[in-house]
């Protein structure tokens, strides 16, 4: 598992706060409904072709330390440390759930890869190529745990793929302290639309010009859009959920992070977008929802 580095807001998300369908549809908008009533989103297995897992390298094991200090502070986290033999690669748990893991390697970028679900590893990579997409890494076996590739798609974003055999992924989502969207950006998204489509095998809405999103039987749970500023490279940008965005940003300036966006309303929450202090990658987390 490696990682992506890229310095932009997403602007998919951004994008989405002007869709007028969104209130029934989006899956963020579950997120009040999470917290009024104390639902359990708990995830035993992923769904073939959605998300299912987020990572992140840091170049020194003294910035690994500091980052899951700051992501600790920030979330809320416990940590499941790994050995040197496994590029120190730890698990941060929510609630006792897997929610993101953390490695260090001094050769790749600092942005998180999103991986998504396959339940064959081989398929899977025969359809990236078919599609246009380039495979980087892999398939490869973590012992025990599952087979992980990198890939990167047609219009240059990478992601990657996960085969569970025991880890399934997130423990976890759309609920404070947990993943809960995830945006992808590039100059070409009717082609980078096309090449999900096939890859996952779910269908894209494009409820408004220029906003695409997957759906999974009518759920939505990520955004393929254009960039807003020049200088963008193709990504994907997870978005973890927080009970409060003035209380993130605070910690966020406490350890010497900088705040790129306050507070951007969404329907039904708002977002912030901020560098972390330690390797300097864009994060953006939002927040559960308005009081109803």
Not at 18 to 25: A, L
Request: glycine content about 10%; hydrophobic content about 40%.
């Amino acid at each position: 598992m490696v990682a992506l580095s890229v310095d932009v807001t997403p602007s998919g998300l951004v994008n989405a706060c002007d869709t007028t369908d969104v209130v029934t549809r989006d899956p963020r908008h579950r997120y009040r409904r999470f917290r009024d009533t104390g639902a359990m989103t708990t995830i035993d297995q992923p769904v073939p072709g959605t998300p299912c897992w987020v990572d992140a390298a840091t170049p020194t094991l003294e910035a690994h330390q500091a980052l899951q200090r700051f992501l600790t502070d920030l979330y809320g986290w416990t940590w499941r440390d790994g050995d040197e033999a496994s590029s120190h690669y730890a698990t941060a748990t929510h609630e006792g759930s897997p929610v993101m893991g953390l490695f260090v390697d001094e050769t790749a970028p600092s942005h998180p890869t999103t991986y998504f679900a396959t339940r064959d590893s081989a398929a899977s990579v025969a359809r990236v190529r078919d599609l246009g997409g380039d495979v980087t890494v892999g398939p490869v076996e973590v012992p025990g745990l599952g087979w992980t590739t990198i890939v990167t798609d047609p219009v240059g974003a990478t992601h990657g793929l996960w085969e569970p055999l025991s880890f399934p992924g997130f423990g976890r989502m759309h609920e404070p302290g947990a993943p809960g969207w995830f945006d992808h950006v590039s100059r070409d998204a009717e082609l980078a639309a096309r090449y999900y489509i096939g890859l996952t095998g779910h269908s894209v809405i494009e409820p408004e010009p220029g906003l695409r999103i997957l759906q999974h039987e009518g759920g939505w749970f990520a955004s393929v859009t254009q960039p807003q500023v020049e200088e963008a490279m193709p990504r994907w940008n997870p978005v973890f959920v927080v009970e409060q965005l003035a209380r993130t940003l605070d910690v966020v300036r406490r350890h010497g992070g900088l705040v790129l966006v306050e507070e951007m309303p969404v329907p039904g929450s708002s977002i912030s977008v901020f560098r972390d202090p330690v390797v300097g990658s864009v994060m953006t987390v939002m927040a559960a929802g308005v009081p109803a």
